[in-house]
């Protein structure tokens, strides 16, 4: 594929992501469960490195703001629960979705991310912010915490 090619590709992606974000600001993320795992899968899985992404949800659990908040390397990112709390307040969010990317293509959690999940959603919920979702986005994968009974 040339050059001329792969622009116009990387442009036909970055449309199907801002019309996919601009479907979760108009719709309740909570009655679209395929939208967000469409923009999360357009988001984050070509991604070759971690990223933490929280979608801020008003009291109607409509999207406000989609935000990349850590950027990590090949097979982690370091993820502080204070700087959750301090985007969550500015946002002035009534809940939140997360969701991290693994550039290794396998959708499994790992402990470190169930005990990030479990110590985010206590910390959120000091200041009436309710966790609604995590998801893991693995190339084509996406594993929802919800769904599965984690959170």
């Known amino acids: 594929m040339g050059p001329a090619k792969i622009s116009q590709l990387a442009a036909v992606m970055e449309v199907a992501r801002r019309c996919l974000k601009e479907d979760l600001r108009s719709a309740s993320a909570l009655t679209s469960p395929g939208t967000v795992r469409d923009y999360l899968r357009l988001a984050l899985s070509s991604r070759e490195y971690e990223v933490f992404v929280c979608l801020w949800l008003d009291a109607q659990h409509r999207v406000m703001v989609s935000e990349e908040l850590f950027r990590g390397t090949l097979t982690q ?14 946002a002035n969010a009534a809940a939140v979705i997360f ?53």
Do not use: C, W
């Not at 005990?115 to 084509?140: C, M, P, Q």
């Open 77 to 90: 990112t370091s993820v502080y629960p204070r700087e959750i709390v301090k985007a969550g307040l500015k």
């Open 99 to 151: 969701a991290h990317n693994h550039p290794s293509g396998v959708a499994q959690p790992s402990q470190a991310d169930e005990l990030l999940t479990r110590n985010l959603k206590e910390a959120l919920s000091l200041v009436d912010i309710k966790v609604l979702d995590h998801f893991i986005v693995a190339g084509h994968q996406i594993l929802s915490f919800a769904e599965r009974g984690m959170l």
